[in-house]
């Protein structure tokens, strides 16, 4: 028997001749001060988020590659990191190729090992889409898989997200349960409320530090 198999073993005898207690969780605790209407979640997650330097911009469904590649140009970026097996990937990868965009597309499509001095130095941005927004906090969730890791929103000093209007909750309880959580977890969530700060150094706030510098949110509503 392995030592897993032994510890669970252990864990699962412990509860013999046990009575669940009942579940008395109250929800309204986590939710009751955190209620909006419709209406008015887009503006509170925008005007908190743009209150810690993040750059909100709404658009349409079928026009946000244009302004993904207005926002490079404006930087004069020349690649942007992005995952062509996305839905968003694959819009992205069509429009910069129709318009002949000079910026170069790149695809996170091999192990970090094999290109970890190209991601760390020479990636200047990445886009990634959302599972969704916390209108109560101002904070995006995404969830990294295989396509688009959790280095891909961590490590290039600009990161584009792309959040449907339409999946921005009241909270995170809220979003939980309309999105079944409980019926399976990634390796890890993020929750991400701005770009990368500290003011660990004599109490002067940095940008960048620890992760993109700038963060830009293209809120999407529907064509």
Avoid at 5 to 21: D, E, V, W
Avoid at 112 to 125: G, I, N, P, Y
Avoid at 146 to 159: A, F, N, Q, T, Y
Wanted: net charge negative; glycine share 4%.
């Amino acid at each position: 028997m392995s030592a897993r198999a032994n510890i669970l073993g252990k864990l699962r005898n412990s509860l013999a001749g046990t009575t669940p207690r009942p579940d008395e969780f109250d929800e309204r605790l986590v939710t009751a001060p955190w209620r909006y209407a419709p209406e008015d979640r887009i503006e509170r997650l925008r005007s908190l988020m743009e209150a810690v330097h993040t750059e909100v911009h709404p658009c349409r469904s079928d026009n946000w590659p244009e302004l993904v590649a207005e926002l490079l140009n404006k930087r004069n970026l020349t690649n942007l990191l992005c995952a062509p097996s996305k839905e968003h990937g694959r819009a992205l990868q069509a429009y910069f190729e129709a318009t002949e965009q000079k910026v170069e597309l790149l695809a996170y499509d091999q192990p970090v090992e094999a290109w970890k001095e190209e991601l760390f130095w020479s990636v200047e941005a990445s886009l990634t889409g959302t599972l969704g927004g916390i209108a109560a906090t101002g904070t995006l969730v995404l969830w990294p898989d295989c396509h688009e890791p959790r280095l891909m929103s961590l490590v290039p000093p600009v990161h584009i997200a792309l959040l449907k209007a339409s999946e921005i909750h009241d909270n995170l309880y809220d979003m939980m349960v309309a999105q079944d959580w409980a019926a399976g977890l990634p390796t890890n969530v993020l929750l991400v409320s701005g770009p990368s700060k500290t003011a660990d150094i004599e109490q002067v706030l940095a940008y960048g530090a620890h992760g993109p510098r700038e963060l830009i949110v293209l809120v999407l509503e529907d064509a």
